[in-house]
């Protein structure tokens, strides 16, 4: 048995671990982490995860009846997010560049 070859366990799980994007644990840690905080965003517009086709229809009611102070709104919030969110994607980006 000594001239067999065995396969490692890191080995058997490199194409799982490349398709989700790292280890099964951390990734779904960060999955865990990443729902609480869309949960907490959508339960301050008010969705219900019980009835999310009630709660979409409330949103556009409530989007409508607000007019363009919604889209300010909307706007706004975009924006505050969007100066996190960018650079912090385009530096993933540089980071992770395939080398020459």
Same mark, same amino acid.
């Given at each position: 048995?000594?001239? +067999? =070859?065995? +396969?490692? !366990?890191?080995?058997?799980?490199?194409?799982?671990?490349?398709?989700?994007?790292?280890?099964?644990?951390? *990734?779904?840690?960060?999955? *865990?982490?990443?729902?609480?905080? *869309?949960?907490? =965003?959508? &339960?301050?517009?008010?969705?219900?995860?019980?009835?999310?086709? +009630? &709660?979409?229809?409330?949103?556009?009611?409530?989007?409508?009846?607000?007019?363009?102070?919604?889209?300010?709104? *909307?706007?706004?919030?975009?924006?505050?997010?969007?100066?996190?969110? =960018? !650079?912090?994607?385009?530096?993933s980006r540089v980071v992770?560049?395939?080398?020459?």
């Amino acid at each position: 048995m000594p001239d +067999e =070859v065995r +396969e490692l !366990p890191a080995a058997r799980n490199d194409g799982l671990a490349r398709f989700i994007g790292g280890t099964p644990l951390a *990734v779904a840690v960060r999955l *865990v982490l990443l729902s609480i905080l *869309v949960g907490v =965003v959508l &339960s301050a517009i008010g969705f219900d995860p019980w009835n999310i086709i +009630e &709660s979409v229809r409330r949103l556009f009611i409530s989007i409508w009846n607000l007019g363009f102070d919604a889209i300010n709104w *909307v706007w706004r919030y975009f924006l505050l997010g969007a100066v996190i969110v =960018v !650079p912090i994607w385009l530096i993933s980006r540089v980071v992770n560049a395939p080398k020459r």
